[in-house]
Each structure stands twice: as C-alpha cells, then as structure tokens.
Antibody, heavy 124, light 108 residues
Framework: EVQLVESGGGLVQPGRSLRLSCAAS????????MHWVRQAPGKGLEWVSS????????AYADSVKGRFTISRDNAKNSLYLQMNSLRPEDKALYYC?????????????????WGQGTLVTVSS | SSELTQDPAVSVALGQTVKITCQGD??????ANWYQQKPGQAPVLVLY???NRPSGIPDRFSGSSSGNTASLTITGAQAEDEADYYC???????????FGTGTKVTVL
C-alpha cells in the first residue's frame, strides 16, 4: 500500500524557516517524480514545487522561488521542502504527492497518491 | 491568481449528467488533468492524459477539450461525486504548473 506521510509543519513567525518532510512507502521511491502542493484554509490548490526521480530537474512556483528548496533522499525514501523567509501568505496545508512517472512532464501534473498534509501557520 | 478559470459551483440531479469546464489560453497547447477533493480529504486524480482514468475511478468520468476549454463530464452523477473538482495544466508561459480555481459540484 502506497503511503505518504508529511511532517514538520507548525506555527512559525514571519521571516523564520521550517523544513517539511515526506516519508514514502509502498512503492519504489526513486522511480517517480515527487511534488509539493499547498492549500490555504478554505482556498484552492496551489502547485509549489516538483523534483524528478534523480533530482536533476526541479521546478518552483514563482511565489516560492528563491525562498523554498525541494530535495529528496532516495536512500531514505524521503522528500523535503526547506522553507525560508516564510510569509503569512505561506500559511497552508502542504501536501506531498507522487507522480505517475519519473520525470516532470511538459503538460499537466498527474499525481496519483497524496499524503494527508502538514499544516504550516505563519504568524507573529 | 490562477490562469485556469472554472465555474465556482454547479449542481446536478442524481443520475443526470454534468459538465465541469476549465478555461485558459494554455489549454490550446496543453491538456488538463482533473482532481476530485472531498471535504477534509486529500485530492484524488480522476482523469489524466485527456482520457485515462486511474484504477478505481468509475467510467462515468470522462474528459474532452476544445480550443481554450477542457471539460470533465460526469455521466449519471452519484451522491458520492459531490466534491470540489480542480483542473490542472500549464500556465500561459508554459513554465509552471497551475491548478484551476475549482468547481464545487452539488448532487441534488
């Protein structure tokens, strides 16, 4: 059974940092691209960042570029999101999601498994 | 703001057909995938690659596209189809992924 379990969320002051983790199991982690998607309370989905199977290709939304860093450790079956210079507008539920393929496709995201999310709150 | 626009809400009678649309200039070049999200749950992929349904998704879900509009059709809507639906594709620059604004589907 595929499982994605996010952790690392919490309450943080503006300008501070957090590191999110996603522990994957039930599939061959290094065969698939992985993604972070967030959802502010009561709002829609927002793509945040993507990384292909071998970390060669990485992409960020403009809203987080230069502040967030995605990474993965295939030996540990884990995905990470280092979030620096956090802003109140970064407050959201952050989902880790698995792609159906190994690379970032030039079309649309096909994310077949999602975690339950970890909540990030940015407030003073 | 999203470059993929969806109607905020649509309703459908039980057993009837509903079409959920997603509009954006990028859809002239890129297709859309579709996600269903029920309250308090993570999204679920319901359609990808224009016509493909993941395992476990009923065949009452189908997709189509024309010009700058992609559509998800539910033929014979069931009570369990009541949810928010999001399209996903590329933005107009083609550089980034983007989700649509979302449509809340109510089954009457």
């Amino acid at each position: 059974e595929v499982q994605l379990v996010e952790s690392g969320g919490g309450l943080v002051q503006p300008g501070r940092s957090l590191r999110l983790s996603c522990a994957a199991s039930g599939f061959t982690f290094d065969d698939y691209a992985m993604h972070w998607v967030r959802q502010a309370p009561g709002k829609g989905l927002e793509w945040v960042s993507s990384i292909n199977w071998n970390s060669y290709t990485i992409a960020y939304a403009d809203s987080v570029k230069g502040r967030f860093t995605i990474s993965r450790d295939n030996a540990k079956n884990s995905l990470y999101l280092q979030m620096n210079s956090l802003r109140p507008e970064d407050k959201a539920l952050y989902y880790c999601a698995k792609d159906i393929g190994p690379n970032l496709v030039p079309t649309a995201l096909a994310l077949d498994y999602w975690g339950q999310g970890t909540l990030v709150t940015v407030s003073s | 703001s999203s470059e993929l626009t969806q109607d905020p809400a649509v309703s459908v009678a039980l057993g009837q057909t509903v079409k959920i649309t997603c509009q954006g200039d990028s859809l002239r070049s890129y297709y859309a995938n579709w996600y269903q999200q029920k309250p308090g749950q993570a999204p679920v992929l319901v359609l990808y690659g224009k016509i493909n349904r993941p395992s476990g998704i009923p065949d009452r879900f189908s997709g189509s596209s024309s010009g700058n509009t992609a559509s998800l059709t539910i033929t014979g809507a069931q009570a369990e189809d009541e949810a928010d639906y999001y399209c996903n594709s590329r933005d107009s620059s083609g550089k980034h992924y983007v989700f649509g604004t979302g449509t809340k589907v109510t089954v009457l």
